[in-house]
């Protein structure tokens, strides 16, 4: 074989994260040639960084807060901490140590060959890998059918005065903490920025979180946000909504690794009044990794996000062979979505590929058009899928929305003695379908799928009035929405 065909493949994915190996793997059951492309760990943000370790902390940190909420164990577990030690090496483990091994014999096993390097495109259908460590020259590789781009996002730092220069943790850091700071700030009102106040109150800080904008979860409807934001004041978090952070002073910080404490606190102004920490968390918001990859020689733009259409093919690029998947297309920043982007992707270059049209529905992501889901494992959790009520008004003429409170649910309010929780459908009055659900309150992401369902299928309310919940469940408060509806 020569060198030109070893450097040849059918696809080449750029990115080994969730989306990238997906698309691999669907490509290659399509019967193509593969080459997975990936610079750290394969398995990417959600395996080390984000999904994994930040579930393991959370599940410990809810199920001691549940038990405070049960007569009988609260009286068991009074005087008592989590032991965290044990929390951060079940974490460990689910990371696997940040060894990738086991996904490496898994990319093997599904006849991906994997390189490590730095890719970006060179020209049409090209791509330029440099080794990791910079060991040996750059290789130059082809692909027949399709470039697929799955480089992912990273944190966004703010333009705050001494931020950077602070050296703060992002979500790499907060998700592989070796210790719990004594004092943390939080800059973020989103899902990172709650779900990590959440683990890091659970564990044992003092936490202050500050928000530029009105509200948490400012995505979700109005109630999830304020019913969070209670939550964390009952548990002493410092909340400041509408707030500004004026600079930032750190003498002496370095970046001392992943998690590691930087061993120096910091001086935050907010609002003209200083705080001192221990640690800043920086979870306000996200930036493409699209700065050297290459965009330009094929006529784009660097440094946003990637414009697809939904077969996932990169616009303003001719000859449906550059692809994008994940959140570097900005369409959906959810592993999940980035999983089901790289299926569809898959599926389209391998009949692209075949001389087959990509005609069918499972070739275009008609789920990012006001059908995706998403769960913030906070406490309460908040579970949402399709629109908000101010986004289907926005959309739709006739709107209908319903709402309830999930403690009144008899299957709710067993699982702790202060339930708390709010559920409401988003109905299309013209078709009589959900446009959107939005259940915020404790073990309401289990209730989630359900309303995927619903929304995706278009399931007429009439239809959902068979679908029975089983009792005593908090499922019941589908019925009860129904009633709500019903009975107007």
């Known amino acids: 074989m020569t060198s030109d065909a070893q450097d040849t493949w059918d ?52 199920l001691m807060a549940a038990g405070r909420a049960m007569a009988g164990v609260e009286q068991a577990l009074a005087g008592r901490s989590l032991h965290l030690e044990a929390v951060l090496a079940r974490r460990d483990r689910f990371t696997h140590g940040r ?127 304020e019913l969070v934001a209670e939550r964390f004041r009952e548990a002493g978090v410092d909340v400041r909504l509408g707030a500004s952070i004026d600079s930032v002073r750190r003498d002496g910080a370095a970046d001392t690794g992943a998690g590691v404490p ?20 920086v979870a306000a918001g996200r930036r493409p990794r699209t700065d050297d990859l290459g965009l330009e020689t094929v006529g784009l733009e660097a440094g946003g996000y990637l414009d697809t259409d939904d077969h996932l093919a ?11 998947v994940g959140d570097v297309t900005g369409r ?49 959790e908040v579970a949402s899928v399709g629109l908000t009520a101010q986004e289907a008004r926005e959309q739709h003429a006739h709107v209908e929305t319903v709402d309830y409170d999930i403690a009144a649910v008899a299957g709710a309010s067993l699982l702790r003695d202060d339930y708390a929780g709010q559920a409401r459908l988003v109905i299309d009055a013209d078709r009589d379908v959900l446009l959107g659900a939005t259940f915020a309150g404790h073990g309401v992401a289990e209730l989630l799928h359900s309303a995927t369902v619903a929304v995706v299928g278009e399931v007429p309310l009439d239809v959902l009035w068979h679908a029975v919940p089983s009792y005593p469940t908090a499922s019941e408060v589908w019925l009860r929405l129904l009633e709500a509806r019903r009975n107007r």
Request: charged share 20%; aromatic share 4%.
């Open 332 to 380: 959906a920043l959810l592993t999940h979505m980035g999983k089901y982007h790289g299926r569809v992707c898959g599926d389209v270059i391998a009949a692209r590929a075949q001389g087959r049209p990509p005609d069918g529905s499972r070739h275009r992501a008609i789920a990012d058009h006001g059908r995706i889901p998403q769960v913030t494992f906070t406490d309460p």
């Open 262 to 281: 930087r061993g120096v606190p910091a001086t935050i102004v907010i609002d003209g009044e200083a705080i001192t920490v221990d640690e800043i968390v």
């Open 11 to 62: 696809v080449i994915v750029v990115g080994g994260g969730a989306a990238g190996e997906n698309a691999a793997q669907y490509a290659a059951m399509g019967g193509l040639r593969v080459a997975l492309v990936e610079a750290e760990l394969l398995g990417g943000e959600c395996s080390y960084w984000a999904c994994m370790p930040s579930k393991a902390l959370l599940r410990p940190v809810e």
């Open 99 to 225: 060894d990738d091994g086991g996904q490496v014999e898994w990319a093997a096993g599904a006849g991906l060959e994997l390189l490590r390097g730095e890719a970006r495109l060179d020209g049409e259908r090209t791509v330029v890998l440099a080794p990791a460590g910079g060991d040996g020259g750059a290789r130059r590789l082809r692909a027949r059918h399709a470039i697929v781009l799955a480089t992912g996002t990273s944190a966004a730092i703010p333009p705050v005065e001494g931020l950077a220069g602070a050296h703060p943790w992002t979500s790499r850091d907060v998700t592989n903490l070796t210790a719990v700071p004594e004092r943390v700030l939080v800059i973020g009102g989103g899902v990172v920025a709650c779900e990590a106040a959440t683990w890091l109150v659970g564990l044992g800080a003092q936490v202050t979180i500050v928000e530029v904008g009105p509200a948490l979860l400012a995505r979700d409807e109005p109630f999830a946000g």
């Open 314 to 324: 990169v616009r303003g690029v001719g000859g449906d062979w550059l692809y994008a």
